[in-house]
């Protein structure tokens, strides 16, 4: 028994899960507005069918304890003797399928004072209901509406059967075809905190989906009406899987079944059906339903219907509309590994945000993609879209902002070294505003926003380092200061200096070239798949923005950019030095080592090298592989090799200017002598 509902629950929880695209290997990134923008644009995000499910039917003033989860109390069944001896006998009779034995056995304990059945009053109310059979089918409906009222009077429900008996009295009525009552006491059950009873919503809306009369027939009722706009707004991604026609009938089902607009108060059903209507694609539903009720998920279905007219400061205004209505906490991510959704709150901020970078509002933007809490997205624009001294000023505005708010996406990247460093969205703002800092060599300024992390002490290392290459020192001495700040940049680069966007990513640790994945965008509702091309022909990256991208990006395009960095470093030290060094060698060396990812860049330093004359270095070593440290105290000892040939050229240059000399004073003297005139006789 206990495995086939172990079985049983697994499907439920596969059929609650949400359906998403299959990848056949790789990491999963949580979803980042600015990858995408058209997407994220067209895109209108799933609720959460487990949540609505809940909200279906009003809140209970007074709800029933559910018991799905918990083990049963050890005390569970320990009442008074009469009680306890009664209701063991109608148990008994029961398993053994004497059903009116055990019918007058559980009326017996009813029958009992109040004072003497405390305990198994509700457990014999609830048998009596599942004892119902031929002869006393009444009993069903009257045993489970009163273990119901047992415990609203007061009486003992340990093992929670007032909430059970929802889902056992709907499932009687979906044996006699009742789908609407069934539904109703599901919704009842469900509103309790019933786990199964929302399964068990999710499974009669399938079923009424894939009956065209079946659904008819319910959408009579309203709360049929609402679980099926609930359906086919959450759940509109199966329809990839099966009959696409299904989204579309159960849609055109429920625009007739509500012709006259429905509202109840507190339940709102248009917006939902605004919603599945625009993820199904059918835009001129999701058009009517929009504009019938001002909820917060209506003005966001009418900023999409903008966005698709081209409309951006109407849908701006709608999305603001809709910001202002959601709660902040209300959260519709589903269980599922790898995959994090934004809170409904963040995700409006976040489009907003894109709206705001489209139309080059570079101080709302940020703003507004702080208030997404998506660090990816914030990561970018503090990055690259920012100058330094803006984003300075960002962070001296946020000095302690989003800290609780965002946890649970911060948690979410697990792969990221930062998260377990800096648990906090300003924390993590003052690392990236550090790290340009530093990268464009205002040193002093960088290591105050490093104080108190881990890269304190390699940065100020670093700094340090630089700063004695400008020191009046010899130019050994300097050539070694470029070696320990190559050394660091090499080794502590993505911390120092490294970018939490391209060429780095940073934000993932430089586990992954994030750009690779983006190339393969995750696939969108029906609706959404529609909508990008109109949504599209509004430019949402503007000049402006691509200039700024351009401008703040690292001083080289090289994933890990920081090993050129140290590579350059490792260069400008060996320029400094005598080029038959051993220590010009290894600088040489080392910076070829650190550029091992830049063919190009790797044999123009191995050519270098070659032109001024290999080292004769006693240590074995591979040019660019295995290098030596640098012997700069023996390169201070080396006189400059001009020294010493320069007599040798100096004589050299005499002989040949001697034997150009004589050939020319012997043909002056024979000229002369010619025109010396004759001697007498």
Not at 161 to 186: F, T, W
């Amino acid at each position: 028994m206990w495995l086939r509902s172990l079985l049983c629950s697994l499907v439920l929880l596969l059929t609650l899960a949400p359906l998403r695209t299959a990848e056949a290997c790789g990491p999963d990134f949580p979803h980042r507005l600015l990858a995408d923008r058209v997407g994220s644009l067209s895109e209108l995000p799933a609720g959460s069918f487990r949540k609505e499910a809940g909200r279906l039917v009003p809140l209970p003033a007074d709800p029933f304890n559910a018991m799905e989860e918990a083990e049963e109390p050890p005390d569970a069944r320990k009442g008074g003797e009469k009680e306890t001896a009664l209701y063991a006998a109608g148990a008994k009779a029961f398993k053994n399928g004497d059903f009116a034995t055990a019918r007058a056995r559980f009326r017996e304990v009813l029958a009992l004072p109040a004072e003497e059945r405390q305990r198994f009053s509700t457990f014999a109310a609830f048998m009596l209901g599942r004892n119902a059979g031929a002869g006393f089918e009444q009993d069903m409906k009257e045993g489970f509406e009163l273990t119901r009222q047992l415990v609203r009077d007061g009486f003992d429900d340990p093992l929670g059967l007032a909430v059970a008996s929802y889902g056992e009295q709907a499932r009687r009525l979906l044996e006699q075809g009742d789908d609407a009552g069934a539904i109703q006491l599901y919704a009842e059950q469900a509103a309790h905190g019933s786990q199964n009873a929302r399964s068990s919503l999710y499974l009669v809306a399938h079923a009424l989906a894939g009956d065209k009369a079946r659904l008819h027939t319910a959408l009579k009722q309203e709360v049929v009406q609402r679980l099926m706009a609930v359906y086919v707004w959450t759940r509109s991604r199966e329809w990839y899987w099966e009959d696409s026609s299904q989204l579309t009938r159960v849609l055109e089902a429920l625009a007739q079944a509500t012709e006259s607009a429905p509202q109840v108060p507190g339940l709102s059903i248009a917006d939902k059906l605004a919603a599945g209507a625009w993820r199904g694609g059918r835009f001129d539903l999701a058009e009517r339903f929009a504009s019938v009720e001002k909820t917060p998920l209506a003005a966001w279905v009418q900023a999409k219907l903008a966005l698709r007219r081209g409309d951006t400061a109407a849908a701006d205004k709608f999305l603001e509309e809709a910001a202002a209505g959601i709660d902040e906490h209300e959260d519709w991510m589903e269980e599922t590994v790898g995959e994090l959704q934004f809170r409904p709150y963040c995700r409006v901020a976040g489009e907003r945000g894109v709206l705001a970078l489209a139309r080059g509002d570079f101080h709302s933007a940020p703003e507004q993609v702080l208030t997404s809490c998506s660090w990816p997205d914030l990561a970018y624009v503090a990055e690259r879209v920012l100058t330094v001294d803006e984003l300075q000023r960002f962070v001296t505005r946020h000095p302690t902002a989003e800290e609780h708010t965002c946890k649970r996406e911060l948690e979410a990247l697990w792969y990221d070294q930062d998260a377990l460093e800096t648990k906090t969205i300003p924390g993590r703002l003052r690392l990236v505003l550090a790290r340009r800092l530093l990268r464009e060599g205002r040193s002093t300024e960088a290591l105050e926003y490093f104080k108190g992390t881990r890269w304190e002490e390699p940065a100020r290392k670093y700094a340090d380092a630089l700063a004695t290459t400008k020191q009046d020192v010899s130019n050994v001495r300097k050539a070694e200061a470029f070696h320990e700040a190559a050394k660091l940049a090499r080794r502590e680069g993505l911390g120092i200096l490294g970018t939490e966007v391209a060429p780095d990513w940073g934000w993932v640790d430089g586990m992954y070239d994030v750009a690779v994945y983006d190339e393969d965008p995750e696939r969108l509702s029906p609706g959404a798949e529609e909508a990008r091309k109109p949504v599209g022909k509004t430019p949402l990256v503007g000049a402006q923005e691509q200039q700024r991208a351009a401008s703040h990006a690292p001083p080289h395009a090289n994933r890990y950019h920081y090993r050129l960095t140290a590579s350059v470093l490792a260069q400008q030290g060996a320029e400094l030095l005598p080029k038959h060094s051993q220590a010009y060698a290894m600088m040489l060396c080392q910076a070829a080592r650190y550029a091992a990812d830049d063919p190009k860049r790797f044999q123009e330093l191995y050519r270098t090298y070659v032109k001024n004359g290999p080292a004769n270095i006693e240590e074995p070593w591979s040019f660019g592989q295995e290098c030596p440290p640098p012997a700069f105290e023996r390169a201070l000892s080396i006189k400059a090799p001009q020294s010493k040939r320069a007599p040798f050229r100096r004589r050299h240059l005499l002989m040949l200017v001697g034997g150009m000399l004589i050939p020319i004073a012997a043909g002056a003297a024979f000229y002369l002598r010619r025109k010396r005139p004759p001697s007498g006789p």
